[in-house]
């Protein structure tokens, strides 16, 4: 299993083209084998793992985990793929960080979302940005199939909801290890799961670094993960973006008052 030390890799950039040019046109794209056979593997065992006396949501259509990124350092590694990361930099800024990387594993016989942006988590004053501000990864653990409930899209609704009604959309469908990424103002919705086993996926965002982010990550991080983060992932975390003014390296400087409890352990939080 690959682990977060390893060294980037550098993406394609005719790739991640292609990509972002159908996230900004379509308002989606499908990496294909993405996700590696080593890592689809960890990542089943520890959402398995964890389903273990896990609570299904209140309307009993999903099971809902949020932190994946802390479980196990596969979701790291995923979160940080070359070619995901560099797609999303490209569209959100080389400093973009992670919103959230969440469990959404539905249930057979749950009943379809309504249409949403994911914009909601913050709130009602969040205005429309005609441009992107978050793009959202649905990562296929499962084969996304029409009869197990793959993810509905609707086409250029990040740019215009004009036709957006209930069903509108298609649905994307792709194999196990497979990641879905979507900008998170276009509309779309968990679909009903007709099949008798789980679909499960992982719902991971990425937001500009200005955004607020649904995990706070630095306050929910296993200190043993971060001691062998690597610094990209510790960017993703939220870890190089304390405040927008910061020195070069990316790392501000908190000038503690006398009297101030730190948040954290660690004695020198500016060190990340
Ligand atoms: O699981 C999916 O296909 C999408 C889920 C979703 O959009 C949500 O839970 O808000």
Redesign the pocket.
Same mark, same amino acid.
């Given at each position: 299993m690959s682990t977060m030390l390893e060294s980037p890799a550098v993406a394609n950039e005719q790739q991640v083209a292609h990509h972002q040019e159908q996230l900004r046109t379509q308002g989606y794209t499908i990496f294909h084998d993405l996700i590696s056979p080593e890592h689809l593997a960890a990542i089943r065992a520890s959402i398995d793992a964890h389903l273990v006396g896990q609570a299904e949501t209140p309307d009993r259509q999903q099971y809902h985990g949020a932190n994946l990124v802390a479980w196990d350092p596969a979701f790291c590694a995923v979160a940080a793929d070359p070619l995901l990361l560099a797609t999303c930099e490209g569209l959100l800024g080389d400093d973009c960080i992670l919103s959230s990387c969440n469990l959404?594993a539905?249930l057979p016989g749950c009943t379809p979302?309504n249409l *949403?942006r994911?914009t909601g988590i913050w709130g009602g004053a969040m205005p429309f940005m005609p441009f992107p501000i978050g793009i959202q990864t649905?990562w296929c653990i499962d084969d996304f199939t029409l009869e197990n409930?793959a993810?509905r899209l609707v086409p250029g609704s990040h740019i215009d909801p004009a036709e957006v009604t209930p069903g509108s959309g298609i649905q994307a469908i792709a194999p196990a290890g497979s990641v879905i990424a979507f900008d998170c103002q276009a509309y *779309?919705?968990?679909?009903a799961n007709r099949s008798n086993a789980l679909r499960r996926?992982v719902?991971t965002l990425y937001i500009r670094s200005w955004i607020k982010p649904q995990t706070d990550h630095k306050r929910s991080f296993p200190a043993d993960l971060i001691a062998t983060a690597s610094p990209q992932v510790l960017r993703l975390l939220g870890f190089r973006r304390q405040s927008p003014v910061e020195l070069p390296d990316g790392t501000s400087v908190i000038i503690p008052a006398p009297s101030a409890t730190y948040f954290y352990d660690n004695p020198e939080p500016w060190a990340y």
């Amino acid at each position: 299993m690959s682990t977060m030390l390893e060294s980037p890799a550098v993406a394609n950039e005719q790739q991640v083209a292609h990509h972002q040019e159908q996230l900004r046109t379509q308002g989606y794209t499908i990496f294909h084998d993405l996700i590696s056979p080593e890592h689809l593997a960890a990542i089943r065992a520890s959402i398995d793992a964890h389903l273990v006396g896990q609570a299904e949501t209140p309307d009993r259509q999903q099971y809902h985990g949020a932190n994946l990124v802390a479980w196990d350092p596969a979701f790291c590694a995923v979160a940080a793929d070359p070619l995901l990361l560099a797609t999303c930099e490209g569209l959100l800024g080389d400093d973009c960080i992670l919103s959230s990387c969440n469990l959404g594993a539905r249930l057979p016989g749950c009943t379809p979302q309504n249409l *949403h942006r994911d914009t909601g988590i913050w709130g009602g004053a969040m205005p429309f940005m005609p441009f992107p501000i978050g793009i959202q990864t649905a990562w296929c653990i499962d084969d996304f199939t029409l009869e197990n409930g793959a993810t509905r899209l609707v086409p250029g609704s990040h740019i215009d909801p004009a036709e957006v009604t209930p069903g509108s959309g298609i649905q994307a469908i792709a194999p196990a290890g497979s990641v879905i990424a979507f900008d998170c103002q276009a509309y *779309h919705a968990g679909e009903a799961n007709r099949s008798n086993a789980l679909r499960r996926g992982v719902l991971t965002l990425y937001i500009r670094s200005w955004i607020k982010p649904q995990t706070d990550h630095k306050r929910s991080f296993p200190a043993d993960l971060i001691a062998t983060a690597s610094p990209q992932v510790l960017r993703l975390l939220g870890f190089r973006r304390q405040s927008p003014v910061e020195l070069p390296d990316g790392t501000s400087v908190i000038i503690p008052a006398p009297s101030a409890t730190y948040f954290y352990d660690n004695p020198e939080p500016w060190a990340y």
